[in-house]
């Protein structure tokens, strides 16, 4: 997001509530008992049908006052009782002071920092984070309460990690579009309490977003103000709009954000086909389409996408947009409606789509609510820091441990050379989009829990200029029984609208690593802080390296879950949820290309593991644990029956693909509530020590050319105590994870075998048969 919105709080200053904490409750957004000129009024009445309330209210606004609650910063109407409004507020891994909407200090002087986005993906544990979810949403309603955050969250960020060198690799779930949808789900469910359905009420109301193909910052000249993204109907159905699909359906969000660039020569926020004709007609979003921030600006000052800014109010209301975050259509939509351009019963749409959320927030029901009494005492409580510990832990990855070299020993390791740029991170830890946390520890503090260290930087910030301190750093590690370097990124080599150029590690760490391995009389281990993959194939070859740890952006408590890890208090399950390429692999590669698919003759790779079968440093997937697993298949169907519906004399047929003649079945064109499917899978711990296991279900279909080789369908983390086993069971659906989308983005189920993949050697395969025989 821009800050550019900023200069229009200036302009409206005078107009504009501003609403800054002063240490007492809020005092009602709307509809306040003590206010006796209001408090009757039809929208306050709370038992009427929250449509009818919206209704009411709209029917006394005039135009201007409607024009100016079209934008973030939303006005007061005085004479009505409603207070001005912030939507802009931040909560993609905590509460966060990145909007205008936060503000921290007094009773709320930080909140709960969890790890970012990618580190929590890589536990594949969705109750986990539907649990991070709740415990943000009690934080931001106890701010709220206090005058110092809104109920509007634009998180989570669900775009897929498409290209290694974006630099918002961290905030999202991975490159898996399955993985990343089921991320997306549990997170929105846990924000918002549950609501979604219908007018029920909200805790907060999430935000997915940015949609959609939206995964390049500034790279090589491009920019993600004047970016096209040519993508294909088939990556768009499969790849780029699966979280948001799962959003809407299964998350039943309150909120989608359209992003900056173009796709296929088109803004997305004045795109009919995306916004009113997807998101609302077929997926039947419940709630409100905001703009990424100064958006609608962008595609009329930078875009240039129409002549007149009227015209690009117009366009982007018509298309389905409610909320500007920025300034453009408080300014330029009076004169649209003016101009015939836009209606003022379009601009009522809009309006009852962002009033109706707010009401049912409970904005409107004043000073009481089922939420009314967190406060203060709910930030930080000791249970939400220990979530964020455990959070951490269960997010670490177990890249190389050459020996068992892990876990090292109080009793054998008394000392611990912690060299490294990031080897007493603070603020690295918690990445971006990120709040005041309640505190730190950093590896530095968590390893001396453990051990007597000695500590050396060794590196000058994560650009590691210059080697003029690796000698001390090498002396270091030729006193002490282990060594752990704590290296990789941070804000300043990878973020928002800063992607990388390279995937090797910065300056000479590379140089100080393999320094200091030669040099370590002890065990030597490696970790990792990054959002996006780092090429460190130097040290998963050299055997001077004991052991790779990735910890990404571990949130507050970083530094003691790396501890815990090191020293065998926690066990890592962790799993990386995108692919890690060699160097080699991003100079074949414009960041440019939208392409998921493989093109040989172009000499195109192809993205992620479903379509790269080129090498990699690590796959996705992949992650160790301190103990062993054994996977063993208990049930699975061997045959599916797929029923094609007869043809209808309106002309509803439902044809099977003419390309593959009796061989696929549109989705739509059968009963996808008969085609459900389970698999019981046994889990054994048959290592020494209690451990979490991820059980990854992986589909083949049908051989195509533009099909996935492998893709994931199911997971689920479970905790085996050692010596015993449990048993999963894996639920599936035909239609939802085994379909596959054609080139015209159809969704369809093939006929044939389907293979199954559970972990890397579990093989079992289902034959999908038709039961109804159709000449096409």
Known sequence: MTQKYYCFTLILVLVLHVCAYSGESRRPFACDPANAGTRNLQFCKVSLPIHVRVQDLIGR???????????????????????????????????????PGVKFGGAFPGATSFPQVITTAASFNASLWEEIGRVVSDEGRAMYNGGAAGLTFWSPNVNILRDPRWGRCQETPGEDPHLVAQYAVSYVKGLQGGGGHGNTRLKVAACCK??????????????????????????????????????????????????????????????????????????????????????????????????????????????GLDLDCGPFLAIHTEQAVRTGKV??????????????????????????GPYANLGPRDVCTPAHQQLALQAAREGMVLLKNLGRALPLSPQRHRTVAVIGPNSD????????????????????QGISRYARTI??????????????KFGLAEMAARHTDATVLVMGLDQSIEAEARDRVSLLLPGHQQELISRVAMASKGPVVLVLMSGGPIDVTFAKNDPRVSAIIWAGYPG??????????????????????????????????????????????????????????????????????????????????????????HSDLEGNSTTISTTMKKKAIRTIHTNCDSLDLSMHIDVKNIGD????????????????????????????????????????????????????????????????????????????????????????
């Open 343 to 368: 209606s003022e019963m379009e601009i009522n749409y809009a309006l009852a789509n962002t009033i109706t959320v707010q009401m049912r927030l409970g904005m409107f029901d004043g000073p009481n």
């Open 210 to 319: 940015h949609y959609t193909a939206y995964d390049l910052d500034d790279w090589n000249g491009f920019d993600r103000y004047h970016f096209n993204a040519k993508v294909s109907m088939q990556d768009l159905e499969d790849t780029y709009n699966v979280p948001f699909k799962a959003c809407v359906v299964e998350g039943n969000v309150a909120s989608v954000m359209c992003s900056y660039n173009q796709i296929n020569g088109k803004p997305s926020c004045a795109d009919t086909t995306l916004l009113r004709d997807t998101i609302r007609a077929q997926w039947h979003l419940n709630g409100y389409i905001v703009s990424d921030c100064d958006s609608v600006g962008v595609l009329f000052d930078q875009q240039h996408y129409t002549h007149f800014p009227e015209d690009a109010a117009a366009a982007t209301i018509k298309a």
């Open 425 to 444: 991170a603070t603020v690295t830890m918690i990445g971006n989009y990120a709040g005041v946390p309640c505190g730190y520890i950093s590896p530095l």
């Open 689 to 776: 020590m209690d451990g979490t296991h991820t059980v990854l279900v992986f589909s083949t279909p049908p051989s195509g050319a533009t099909f996935p080789e492998k893709q994931l369908v199911a997971f689920e983390k479970v905790h085996v105590v050692a010596g015993t086993q449990h048993r999963v069971k894996i639920n599936m659906n035909a239609c939802k994870h085994l379909s596959v989308a054609d080139e015209y983005g159809i969704r369809r189920i093939f006929m044939g075998e389907h293979k199954i993949l559970v972990g890397d050697d579990l093989k079992h395969s289902i034959t999908f048969q038709s039961s109804l025989d159709i000449k096409v």
């Open 455 to 468: 500590h050396q930087q060794g590196c000058m910030g994560v650009a590691c200029p210059g080697n003029q």
């Open 556 to 645: 507050q408590a970083g530094g003691a879950a790396i501890a815990d890890v090191l020293f065998g208090t926690a066990n890592p399950g962790g799993k990386l949820p995108m692919t890690w390429y060699p160097q080699a692999y991003v100079a074949k590669v414009s960041m440019a290309n939208m392409d998921m698919r493989a093109d040989p003759a172009r000499g195109y790779p192809g993205r992620t593991y479903r379509f790269y079968k080129g090498p990699t440093v690590f796959p996705f997937g992949a992650g160790f644990s301190y103990t062993r697993f054994s996977q063993r298949l208990v049930y699975a169907p061997t045959t599916l029956s797929v029923s094609a519906l």
């Open 61 to 99: 606004l005039t135009l201007q006052e409607k024009i100016r609650l079209l934008v973030n910063n939303a006005a007061p109407v005085e004479r009505l009782g409603v207070n001005g409004y912030e939507w802009w507020s931040e909560a993609l891994h905590g509460v966060s002071n990145t909007g």
